[in-house]
């Protein structure tokens, strides 16, 4: 099942411990813009591994429909194939904390 079809047919804030995350996030000051939330839930994803396999993928494409749905979408390119993946994995496996995975987020879409 694509990325996109599993995001839309799971509900994750039925799972405690992202609904503790939205929930922390709600009550943020100052809030999360929308980049940093996307950037955040989808290090969640990443992390947390709900989904039985694929998690990074879906994580980064979690991501990217965020941030296509709040108007704010990543911008591909070719170096993507290059420079997204290692990112990930390093967010996988603990190498950057979430808090860098949003810093790189951020860059990525205010300089696209």
């Known amino acids: 099942m694509p990325a996109e079809e599993l ?13 503790t995350l939205l929930t922390g996030l709600e009550e943020a000051d100052p809030p999360p813009t929308i980049i940093e939330l996307a950037a955040i839930c989808g290090a969640w994803v990443v992390r947390n591994k709900p989904f039985p396999r694929d998690n990074s993928k879906i994580g980064y494409r979690f991501v990217c429909l ?12 070719q170096e993507d194939a290059f420079v997204v993946p ?4 390093a967010l996988e496996d603990g190498v950057i904390s979430e808090s ?4 790189w987020v951020r860059l990525r879409v205010a300089t696209a």
């Open 7 to 19: 995001l839309h047919a799971t509900s994750l804030d039925s799972d405690p411990a992202f609904g």
């Open 66 to 77: 965020l941030l296509d749905g709040a108007g704010e979408p990543w911008r591909t390119s």
């Open 86 to 89: 290692p990112i990930i994995k």
């Open 100 to 103: 860098e995975f949003v810093d």
